[in-house]
């Protein structure tokens, strides 16, 4: 899972498993969670969220899961696919009139392997 | 095709420099952003504007300054204050209301470098 420091976790999985990434936050007044995928040298790009009032979200091939009691989150990709292959990464807002005021994780690296 | 356009993609800087970051979006969306990734750590917010000709500071605002003049623009400076400014920098933009003002769309990022 994700954590405060300059090496990023890594998961490394073969083409056609199930991946889960971790990711731990901090700010118990957050109600808000995105996860977003970064390919090398590109923006990040939006895969899925869920609000605090929900504890699962199913979108294509992805799931989010949210544990509020212990402040976790979680990405689950089914039949992961080479082109998975990024760094991900979850974000929290606590809301309120900040606009777009993302909280970021630090990343897990997730390396597809044919 | 509707989206965020950064430019340019690398950038040089040299000592005691300024020099400016273009961010255009035709998305209509109200909220900018600029945030700032350092290799091996998450973004970090460094200016938002929720409205043309307002923009708050984010977290790391300390050698930077923005202009929001036109809905779809929002320049950043790097300033000659910024003493260490070698980062890959991206743009994002946001609706505004409920449910949409946290989903960022974000442009291909500018890798700015000190020569």
């Known amino acids: 899972g994700e954590s405060v420091g300059l090496h990023l976790p890594t998961l490394s999985v073969q083409e056609g498993d199930n991946s889960i990434i971790n990711c731990a936050y901090s700010?118990?007044?957050?109600?808000?969670f995105i996860w977003y995928k970064q390919e090398s040298g590109k923006g990040p790009q939006f895969i899925i969220d869920?609000?605090?009032?929900?504890d699962k979200r199913q979108g294509q091939r992805v799931t989010v899961l949210l544990n509020k009691t212990v402040k976790h989150l979680s990405l689950q990709i089914a039949a992961t696919q080479p082109g998975d292959s990024a760094v991900y990464f979850c974000a929290e807002s606590a809301g309120g009139t900040s606009y777009g005021k993302l909280t970021f994780g630090q990343g897990t690296i997730l390396t597809v392997h044919p | 095709d509707g989206g965020i356009t950064q430019s340019p993609k690398y950038l040089f800087r040299k000592e005691g420099q300024n020099v400016t970051l273009s961010c255009e979006q035709n998305?209509?969306?109200?909220?900018m952003y600029w945030y700032r990734q350092d290799p091996g750590q998450g973004l970090r917010l460094i200016y938002y504007?929720?409205?043309?000709?307002?923009?708050q500071k984010g977290d790391i605002a300390e050698g930077y300054s923005v202009s929001r003049e036109k809905k779809e623009s929002f320049p950043l400076t790097v300033t000659s204050a910024q003493k260490n400014p070698t980062a890959f920098y991206l743009c994002a933009s946001s609706l505004r209301g409920q449910g949409m003002r946290e989903k960022l769309f974000f442009g291909s990022g500018t890798q700015l470098s000190v020569l």
């Open positions: 504007s929720q409205i043309v000709n307002d923009f």
């Open positions: 998305l209509n969306h109200d909220a």
């Open positions: 700010n118990s007044a957050s109600d808000y």
């Open positions: 869920i609000r605090s009032n929900m």
